[in-house]
């Protein structure tokens, strides 16, 4: 495939002055945004037969473009939607549509609610994820790992490393990230000698996580892949659920992903978080507070009442205020860790789960899924078990290692 | 001659309408022409830039969308300017289609508030009404040059 064509279902980028950002993005990953064109009757036809009654004339036509997608009369590789955030019209029509383009076609979808603010750099890896799942379906397709391969996931937090060696995870190596080079190439060192081979054995490398340029770059990987498509395959490969729908939450150091998969391949997916509050760096300052390690908090909040402790952490700073006021007031360090696990979850539940259709078995990974308390409060919101996989801290590391393995010689 | 606003402000017909008339009509085809013509400029496909928003801050607050600011920055400063307008209710997509409901409610407000002569018209459904449509806006121009043709 060439240039993956990408469709825009929107209302107001071209006045909030951020299409040219929306081009950037697909520009920046060979592909090209264009609007799909209808025909007046068919537009009417369209938008009263969806039943949608909305009052906004780009809306409408959103709507028409979306059916004649689905329709194929216009064909695409990829749809964006995007329309104004704090727009509640805007809002119900972006969630219909994605659901509807999502049940009736095999079209990626990535939805996305803009202000005057956002720039390229944010919807890079939205639009990197689209086309690679546009671009790469074989390789996405891909459910063992072969030979000796190595998986890097250089992330805001945490910058970690696998070796594996037929299907099979045989070293492993985690720390903190600090200077992203140095912090990949202790990680690399930890994973390859656990698994007593050495870097030239390796036979290809992936790289995946905020790092992924600048490391990729660095061992020379064979690929270098966003995170939505990487960590859903890794997802899929521990949980051992690599065919029919699945659901993946990863509450990351700096942001949250949220994939409704299918097959091991995403078909819809939200990325973000308001703030920090609603992050992985909300749960380390918890624990900071309350004077334990990160690994304790978990077992903490298994201990503890969430209810007793009012705690909303739609802002990482008031969220710090209550656990602070609540420990003053005399709460147990039980019932406030558990608070903090409940209101990270609470904000994942309602700022980005709304936006991926929940299928089981649902799959939490990334180092946060550790945190036993986190998990038990997403699955009291969600009402369904959870399984967080062996290994789940690793599972950008462990999806690249076995997307790697599509890249060696002879392969 | 008179600064007409009219709306939908996309309206090529009616734009034309007013010009013909002798007046000029303050409609998004022509500011648009203006940012497009600026040199310096590179947001296609409006040459709106992240700054529109915030100018348009002087219409709508800071918790309305951007887009409707963005379309406010541009469609503010022809409400003010105003001398007349004329606004055809519920018109058709081909006659000219305003993108986003919010911003026409905030329009039609402004606009009225500014009490400057206004033409409300139902957008035509007849031929007979058509011909009614424009005769009508044909009196009211020619009323705002104190009813010389």
Same mark, same amino acid.
């Given at each position: 495939?060439?240039?993956?064509?990408?469709?825009?279902?929107?209302?107001?980028?071209?006045?909030?002055?951020?299409?040219?950002?929306?081009?950037?993005?697909?520009?920046?990953?060979?592909?090209?945004?264009?609007?799909?064109?209808?025909?007046?009757?068919?537009?009417?036809?369209?938008?009263?037969?969806?039943?949608?009654?909305?009052?906004?004339?780009?809306?409408?036509?959103?709507?028409?473009?979306?059916?004649?997608?689905?329709?194929?009369?216009?064909?695409?590789?990829?749809?964006?939607?995007?329309?104004?955030?704090?727009?509640?019209?805007?809002?119900?029509?972006?969630?219909?549509?994605?659901?509807?383009?999502?049940?009736?076609?095999?079209?990626?979808?990535?939805?996305?609610?803009?202000?005057?603010?956002?720039?390229?750099?944010?919807?890079?890896?939205?639009?990197?994820?689209?086309?690679?799942?546009?671009?790469?379906?074989?390789?996405?397709?891909?459910?063992?790992?072969?030979?000796?391969?190595?998986?890097?996931?250089?992330?805001?937090?945490?910058?970690?490393?696998?070796?594996?060696?037929?299907?099979?995870?045989?070293?492993?190596?985690?720390?903190?990230?600090?200077?992203?080079?140095?912090?990949?190439?202790?990680?690399?060192?930890?994973?390859?000698?656990?698994?007593?081979?050495?870097?030239?054995?390796?036979?290809?490398?992936?790289?995946?996580?905020?790092?992924?340029?600048?490391?990729?770059?660095?061992?020379?990987?064979?690929?270098?892949?966003?995170?939505?498509?990487?960590?859903?395959?890794?997802?899929?490969?521990?949980?051992?659920?690599?065919?029919?729908?699945?659901?993946?939450?990863?509450?990351?150091?700096?942001?949250?992903?949220?994939?409704?998969?299918?097959?091991?391949?995403?078909?819809?997916?939200?990325?973000?978080?308001?703030?920090?509050?609603?992050?992985?760096?909300?749960?380390?300052?918890?624990?900071?507070?309350?004077?334990?390690?990160?690994?304790?908090?978990?077992?903490?909040?298994?201990?503890?009442?969430?209810?007793?402790?009012?705690?909303?952490?739609?802002?990482?700073?008031?969220?710090?205020?209550?656990?602070?006021?609540?420990?003053?007031?005399?709460?147990?360090?039980?019932?406030?860790?558990?608070?903090?696990?409940?209101?990270?979850?609470?904000?994942?539940?309602?700022?980005?789960?709304?936006?991926?259709?929940?299928?089981?078995?649902?799959?939490?990974?990334?180092?946060?899924?550790?945190?036993?308390?986190?998990?038990?409060?997403?699955?009291?919101?969600?009402?369904?078990?959870?399984?967080?996989?062996?290994?789940?801290?690793?599972?950008?590391?462990?999806?690249?290692?076995?997307?790697?393995?599509?890249?060696?010689?002879?392969? | 001659?008179?600064?007409?606003?009219?709306?939908?402000?996309?309206?090529?017909?009616?734009?034309?309408?007013?010009?013909?008339?002798?007046?000029?009509?303050?409609?998004?085809?022509?500011?648009?022409?203006?940012?497009?013509?600026?040199?310096?400029?590179?947001?296609?496909?409006?040459?709106?830039?992240?700054?529109?928003?915030?100018?348009?801050?002087?219409?709508?607050?800071?918790?309305?969308?951007?887009?409707?600011?963005?379309?406010?920055?541009?469609?503010?400063?022809?409400?003010? /300017?105003?001398? +007349? =307008? *004329?606004?055809?209710?519920?018109? $058709?997509?081909?006659? #000219?289609?305003?993108?986003?409901?919010?911003?026409?409610?905030?329009?039609?407000?402004?606009?009225?508030?500014?009490?400057?002569?206004?033409?409300?018209?139902?957008?035509?459904?007849?031929?007979?009404?058509?011909? /009614?449509?424009? +005769? =009508? *806006?044909?009196?009211?121009?020619? $009323?705002?040059?104190? #009813?010389?043709?």
């Amino acid at each position: 495939m060439t240039r993956v064509r990408i469709a825009q279902l929107s209302c107001g980028p071209e006045y909030s002055g951020v299409q040219k950002e929306i081009d950037a993005a697909a520009a920046a990953v060979d592909a090209e945004i264009f609007f799909p064109d209808l025909k007046l009757a068919d537009l009417k036809q369209s938008y009263d037969e969806f039943g949608l009654d909305v009052r906004s004339p780009d809306l409408k036509l959103a709507i028409a473009r979306a059916k004649a997608l689905v329709e194929g009369r216009i064909e695409a590789d990829a749809v964006f939607i995007a329309t104004c955030f704090r727009c509640a019209e805007a809002a119900i029509v972006r969630n219909e549509l994605r659901r509807f383009i999502h049940e009736n076609s095999k079209l990626p979808v990535v939805s996305y609610s803009f202000t005057e603010r956002t720039t390229s750099g944010t919807l890079l890896t939205r639009m990197e994820a689209l086309t690679t799942i546009a671009r790469r379906r074989a390789l996405l397709a891909r459910e063992v790992q072969q030979g000796l391969t190595m998986g890097i996931d250089s992330g805001s937090s945490t910058t970690k490393a696998v070796v594996m060696r037929d299907n099979t995870i045989i070293g492993t190596g985690w720390l903190p990230t600090t200077a992203v080079l140095e912090s990949a190439d202790e990680a690399i060192r930890r994973a390859l000698s656990e698994a007593g081979v050495t870097r030239e054995e390796i036979q290809a490398v992936g790289t995946t996580g905020y790092g992924r340029f600048l490391v990729g770059d660095h061992v020379n990987a064979d690929l270098i892949q966003e995170e939505l498509t990487v960590n859903s395959k890794g997802a899929v490969f521990l949980a051992d659920a690599q065919h029919g729908p699945s659901t993946v939450i990863d509450i990351g150091g700096m942001d949250n992903k949220a994939i409704s998969v299918q097959d091991g391949i995403p078909g819809t997916f939200t990325m973000g978080g308001i703030c920090a509050g609603a992050s992985g760096r909300f749960l380390e300052m918890t624990s900071k507070r309350l004077g334990v390690d990160i690994t304790e908090l978990g077992p903490l909040a298994m201990k503890g009442m969430s209810r007793k402790v009012p705690m909303n952490s739609y802002c990482i700073v008031f969220g710090t205020q209550s656990l602070v006021n609540a420990l003053a007031a005399g709460s147990t360090p039980e019932d406030v860790a558990a608070a903090a696990c409940h209101s990270v979850a609470e904000q994942v539940f309602e700022q980005q789960l709304q936006e991926v259709d929940i299928k089981e078995p649902v799959i939490m990974v990334g180092g946060t899924s550790l945190i036993q308390g986190l998990v038990r409060a997403m699955e009291e919101l969600l009402q369904t078990k959870i399984i967080v996989p062996h290994h789940a801290q690793y599972i950008g590391a462990v999806g690249s290692a076995l997307l790697a393995s599509g890249f060696i010689k002879g392969d | 001659m008179a600064k007409v606003f009219i709306y939908p402000t996309t309206s090529l017909i009616l734009s034309d309408l007013v010009a013909r008339f002798g007046h000029t009509p303050l409609s998004a085809a022509l500011q648009i022409r203006d940012r497009i013509q600026t040199p310096g400029l590179e947001s296609p496909p409006l040459q709106i830039t992240p700054e529109g928003p915030k100018k348009g801050l002087r219409w709508a607050a800071v918790e309305v969308p951007s887009g409707v600011r963005g379309r406010m920055s541009l469609y503010g400063p022809m409400i003010e /300017e105003a001398e +007349a =307008a *004329i606004i055809i209710n519920n018109p $058709d997509f081909s006659f #000219g289609c305003m993108g986003c409901a919010r911003t026409n409610e905030l329009i039609n407000f402004l606009i009225r508030k500014r009490k400057v002569p206004i033409l409300d018209l139902e957008y035509p459904e007849t031929d007979e009404e058509g011909v /009614e449509f424009v +005769a =009508a *806006i044909k009196r009211f121009l020619d $009323d705002l040059n104190g #009813g010389a043709a």
